[in-house]
């Protein structure tokens, strides 16, 4: 709890960073899409399911836009902090272990809000815009669910490739997987499993989120792994 008191005290210094990452890149993306398909719907679920849906002429840029904006946020939420007395401490205590733990699981929450962020603003566009009807479809639960659970897969790919390589590589290697599966969606690239159309049937959805789910452990184990057997000193 300590470790995750002493990240949250450090992300504090770039809070508002974070917030307008969160806000900015969702609204210039819905900014870029307003006279699209998307939000000539009739019902907000038609809008998130045309904006979240496989990629389209009338939905790609909002798709770059909304995973760039996540490759900036993952820069601020896990910025390098070897300045710091603690993490130092850490260091030297060699208590890197659950120090790294606690970063893994600080992004989570960002990651929720910069999803949760994206729907707010697509919605007030929506409803205030486009004079969309409000209605509510639980399918809209599991769209959430599963775009968040695929941009956190993204993430734990990218510390792991930053833990192993450098933090080069692992922008390069992230925003090439999401460039591809912008416009290449297909079974085999990652994004590909947080596309609305692509997980119609309920059986693909539990199959992509459990195996998802077991890879972002797998990674996040190889991360600790990794940092725990560095040589600091």
């Known amino acids: 709890m300590k470790r995750m008191d002493l990240e949250f005290t450090l992300i504090k210094m770039e809070f508002k960073k974070m917030m307008m990452t969160c806000l900015l890149f969702p609204l210039l993306g819905t900014m870029m899409s307003i006279r699209s398909e998307a939000f000539s719907s009739q019902h907000l679920p038609e809008l998130f399911a045309r904006l979240f849906g496989a990629v389209t002429i009338s939905n790609w840029m909002y798709w770059l836009m909304f995973c760039f904006g996540y490759v900036v946020l993952l820069q601020i939420v896990w910025k390098k902090r070897d300045q710091y007395f603690e993490h130092t401490l850490f260091i030297l205590l060699r208590d890197t272990t659950s120090y790294t733990i606690a970063r893994l699981l600080v992004a989570v929450p960002f990651t929720l809000v910069y999803v949760?962020?994206?729907?707010?603003?697509?919605?007030?566009?929506?409803?205030?815009v486009s004079h969309m009807a409000v209605s509510f479809d639980r399918s809209l639960v599991v769209m959430f669910i599963c775009i968040a659970v695929n941009l956190y897969w993204h993430a734990s790919v990218w510390m792991c490739l930053k833990v192993h390589a450098t933090n080069h590589l692992a922008n390069a290697v992230i925003l090439a997987l999401f460039f591809i599966g912008v416009k290449q969606p297909m079974a085999f690239v990652p994004l590909y499993y947080s596309?609305?159309?692509?997980?119609?049937?309920?059986?693909?959805?539990?199959?992509?989120?459990?195996?998802?789910?077991?890879?972002?452990?797998?990674?996040?184990?190889w991360t600790v792994k990794r940092v725990k057997n560095a040589d600091y000193i």
């Open 116 to 128: 949760l962020a994206a729907f707010l603003i697509a919605s007030v566009f929506g409803l205030f």
């Open 195 to 221: 596309m609305v159309d692509h997980l119609r049937g309920g059986l693909i959805v539990w199959l992509a989120l459990f195996v998802e789910l077991l890879l972002i452990g797998l990674f996040g184990y």
